[in-house]
């Protein structure tokens, strides 16, 4: 099975650019999560899709920040314009549909893309 | 072989047990290791990073095994607090220089009363 891949593992950008990031999550996880590690802090929430709808995106930081998951597959972020405290590791995760049960599924995380803005 | 590998459980404990996991990884090049504590649906919080000495953190206590290249967490005294998926994190070299971390799928810890 093919485990959540994240696109690029690494992006250098100047301030005032646009970056775009992509996760694709395990085929059949209709949940996927981003999540941010701001260097020498904790894995912050930014947001939760069910399929292609956001679910919760109480962590998202700004209006610069712009996630999409169109026909509920792969998603990407986007930052637009990127400011230096946007520097970190961006992380994706996916688990399984929830069942009625409210079931917790484990999360499948991708391996990250370290974004860093000079 | 997976890169970072955890038993999925779950581990169905009393209260007060002593539990441990392992977690195994592949790549000797790796540099930092980490556990992290997820609660359902809820983002992983840092639980400790792991040092080649070995460290703990009152009833937790982590221990690095570079030869075997395993990493092992032990929780004493069990807590029905202690319920979550313990998620164990690998941050290694790549070939292209650049470090990546690897999540294990965790280990889901369920404390009984």
């Known amino acids: 099975e093919a485990g959540v891949t994240q696109f690029p593992s690494h992006s250098v950008i100047e301030k005032g650019q646009t970056v775009t990031l992509r996760c694709d999550p395990i085929?059949?996880?209709?949940?996927l999560y981003w999540y941010r590690r701001v260097m020498g802090k904790e894995i912050k929430f930014l947001l939760h899709f069910v399929k292609e709808s956001k679910q919760d995106e109480s962590g998202m930081p700004n209006n610069r920040f712009l996630a999409e998951r169109t026909g509920g597959t792969y998603s990407t972020l986007k930052v637009q314009p990127a400011e230096l405290e946007d520097s970190g590791v961006y992380f994706c995760?996916?688990?399984?549909?929830?069942?009625?049960?409210?079931?917790?599924?484990?999360?499948?995380f991708g391996s990250g893309t370290r974004l860093t803005v000079v | 072989r997976k890169e970072v590998e955890q038993d999925p459980g779950p581990f169905n404990v009393p209260e007060g047990a002593t539990v441990a996991f392992n977690c195994t990884y592949s790549?000797?090049?790796?540099?930092?290791f980490f556990w992290y504590r997820q609660d359902c649906r809820k983002e992983p919080k840092l639980l400790m990073s792991?040092?080649?000495s070995g460290n703990e953190d009152g009833r937790f206590t982590a221990q690095l095994n570079r030869a075997s290249q395993y990493i092992s967490l032990l929780i004493r005294d069990s807590k029905l607090s202690d319920s979550a998926t313990y998620l164990c994190?690998?941050?290694?070299?790549?070939?292209?220089?650049?470090?990546?971390?690897?999540f294990g799928t965790g280990t889901r810890l369920k404390v009984l009363a």
């Open positions: 085929s059949g996880h209709d949940n």
């Open positions: 792991v040092y080649s």
């Open positions: 994190v690998v941050n290694g070299g790549t070939t292209s220089g650049t470090y990546k971390y690897i």
């Open positions: 790549n000797s090049a790796s540099q930092s």
């Open positions: 995760a996916s688990s399984l549909p929830t069942g009625q049960g409210k079931v917790c599924y484990g999360y499948t």
